[in-house]
């Protein structure tokens, strides 16, 4: 159950103002039923558009209980349902225009959302054997070994390479053809692994609560630091250079 402060005497735009609160309060508010909350949570779910709190002259964020309530909202319907933004946008939508949703059975990812099967019942994602990946990037077998020898592209513990692998080998390929070498990457790779490193910092409690919602709810937020840790990389490569991406 949410905690909300209660109104005082007096109404009115003033009235409205005075039920206004900071992101703390809103994080005290929604952490005994989400307990895996976190500012960063809540910051990344408004720049995505799905929440949109007040902003004081200084720029500091007010939310509102409405605020509160539809973070609540987005909350279970990823923690109970499994939905992606983008399906948890597209429901808070009709909602707003009066319309009834059906939400998938709790537990189960949102079947239309996910291309057809719940995800416990999805097929393992496909591997491709050595030969299929040097002809996917276009290299000989001496540059991939020095790929492998760098710690660039691994195969997974089941044997073959996986489609993150497979993109990131035709990216160092491509990189290969502005003459960067396996060596110059390798302070790329580091980064990657310390960005991973801390986005494991703050997922590793998730997965060890006792709560069987809370595990699962790991993979989501594992998966939107690492979406907020690469857009942070592209900018900030982007301002060292000077430039903007397309």
Known sequence: M???????AGSGAA??????????????QLRDEFPEVTISKIRFLEAE???????TASGYRKFSPQDVERLARILRM???????????????????????VALPAPGRRDLAADGGEPEQERPTAARIGRAELLAATGVGESELAEWESYGLVAETAGGGY????????RLVADLGRFGLEPRHLRGVKAAADRE????????????????????AHAEATA????????????????TALGVRLP
Request: aromatic share 2%; no cysteine; net charge positive.
């Open 2 to 8: 949410l905690r909300t402060p209660t109104g005082g």
């Open 15 to 28: 009235g409205a103002d005075d039920r206004l609160v900071s992101i703390g309060t809103v994080l005290n």
């Open 49 to 55: 558009g799905l929440v949109e709190p007040r902003r």
């Open 78 to 100: 990823q923690r109970d349902h499994y939905l992606p933004l983008k399906v948890i946008r597209e429901h808070l939508d009709a909602l707003a225009r009066g319309e009834r």
């Open 162 to 169: 996986d489609a993150e692998t497979v993109t990131v080998a």
């Open 196 to 215: 991973a490193g801390l986005v494991e910092q703050v997922v590793a409690p998730l997965r060890r609560h006792r709560n069987p919602q809370t595990r």
């Open 223 to 238: 998966k939107e630091l690492a979406t907020l840790s690469v857009r942070l990389h592209a900018a900030l490569v982007q």
